[in-house]
């Protein structure tokens, strides 16, 4: 990394901190940047309307019974006043220009002191042919899940590709509403990239006692618009009849802005572990970022890293540090808690008691080391989740 850890205040001391993206990641730099500095300018400049929520509450908003309008906590005026800052809403950004220390906002030149990206990701969109195709849904924010309960009134039937995290709480929310659930992946178990097969095994067949119907281990190979709703025409050549088709396959950073800047790319927008790019004086975060290597797109790396962001800005360089941070995975129908394992080892599987059989416990063990360095807990076997985190943590400070 060749970018400066302070911004050059000679020349820019009453330019603002300008961060680009309203979600979690943008936010939270903003408020703890303020709790550290009254006086700084902040201009936080979004693509939509800039209402805070909880991006996370959108897998089972169903459930809770709540209505889009209702997930929102705040508006941009409201963020604005807490957090003494301007929020412009519906802007478009145009490009960096790094050599200038500005962006080019809906045709306007707007000065920074110091850039954050907190740009997000798209949903990934399957490359499947068909007549339907162009229909499929993806919920990657408020205004796609606005659209999709729009949708959903007076529909019975729904598909989801890919039954990975987002997949699985979707479908869990969906069935537990009283809707008919297909959920159809590639992998022989859902969750595949986080549990163990053994452990997938057993979370796959308490989904399908929820009343998920799961099609592990069959693509999609075209969707086809049916006199109502949509029939998707599967690899091993059976169908299935749906209302509605969400995609929920992963999400793809947002780069292209910093690409277009000469900033470098790695996954995301490649970072050290102070956020710095490549650039001197602009920061990524969040979705759109891979921080030392790795790109995160969970609430609680989110939260870290804007902290000690927020802290840099404020002129003491602070490096990001990681704790242990579980992925909580909210299916009631079979709760699971997940550290993910990492580098080459193995799981070692505890088979649930009779009573509690879908209660599993597996610890990954990386080689050369006595110590779980992951873990993937299901149904009651999560409440040992305290006593296996202070087991990794203990003596690694």
């Not at 029939?231 to 929920?248: F, K, M, N, P, Y």
């Not at 990001?320 to 580098?343: L, N, R, Y």
């Not at 149904?379 to 690694?396: C, D, P, Q, R, Y």
Request: include cysteine; proline fraction near 6%; charged fraction near 20%.
């Amino acid at each position: 990394m060749n970018a400066s850890m302070k911004p050059d205040a000679q020349n820019r001391e009453h330019d603002p901190v300008v961060i680009i993206g309203t979600g979690l990641a943008g936010y939270t730099v903003a408020r703890e940047l303020r709790k550290l500095d009254r006086e700084v300018p902040i201009v936080l400049v979004t693509r939509d309307d800039g209402c805070f929520y909880s991006k996370p509450m959108l897998s089972n908003a169903l459930a809770m019974k709540k209505q889009p309008a209702a997930l929102a906590s705040f508006d941009a005026s409201t963020m604005a006043a807490q957090l003494g800052a301007t929020v412009r809403v519906q802007c478009h950004v145009e490009r960096i220009l790094p050599a200038a220390h500005e962006i080019v906002v809906s045709g306007e030149h707007l000065k920074y002191r110091s850039l954050v990206l907190a740009l997000g990701a798209d949903a990934r969109r399957p490359g499947v042919p068909g007549s339907g195709a162009a229909n499929i849904l993806s919920i990657n924010d408020l205004s796609d899940y606005a659209r999709f309960r729009h949708v959903l009134e007076g529909c019975k039937s729904v598909a989801i590709l890919g039954a990975g995290l987002i997949g699985c709480e979707f479908s869990n929310d969906l069935v537990a509403a009283g809707y008919v659930v297909s959920l159809i992946d590639p992998a022989a178990t859902p969750l595949s990239r986080l549990l163990p097969e053994k452990v997938g095994m057993a979370f796959a067949k308490e989904l399908l006692a929820s009343g998920i119907h799961f099609y592990p281990g069959r693509s999609v190979a075209t969707i086809e618009r049916a006199v109502t709703g949509y029939r998707l025409h599967l690899s091993d050549e059976t169908h299935i009849d749906a209302d509605i088709v969400i995609s929920a396959i992963g999400l793809a950073p947002r780069t292209a802005l910093a690409s277009a800047a000469g900033i470098q790319i790695d996954q995301g927008i490649r970072t050290d572990a102070w956020c710095r790019t490549s650039v001197e004086n602009i920061f990524a975060l969040g979705d759109c970022a891979a921080i030392d290597g790795k790109v995160q797109p969970y609430v609680l790396p989110i939260m870290h890293a804007a902290r000690a962001l927020a802290r840099t800005l404020f002129g003491e360089p602070t490096r990001v540090q990681f704790p242990i941070m579980p992925i909580i995975v909210k299916t009631p129908a079979i709760p699971a808690v997940i550290v993910p394992s990492g580098g080459a080892g193995e799981w070692l599987v505890e088979e649930g008691a009779a009573d509690q059989p879908s209660a599993l416990r597996a610890i990954f063990r990386s080689q050369g080391n006595d110590r779980p360095t992951g873990f993937a807990l299901l149904g009651a076997a999560t409440e040992g989740k305290a006593s296996l985190i202070k087991t990794m943590t203990v003596g690694t400070s």
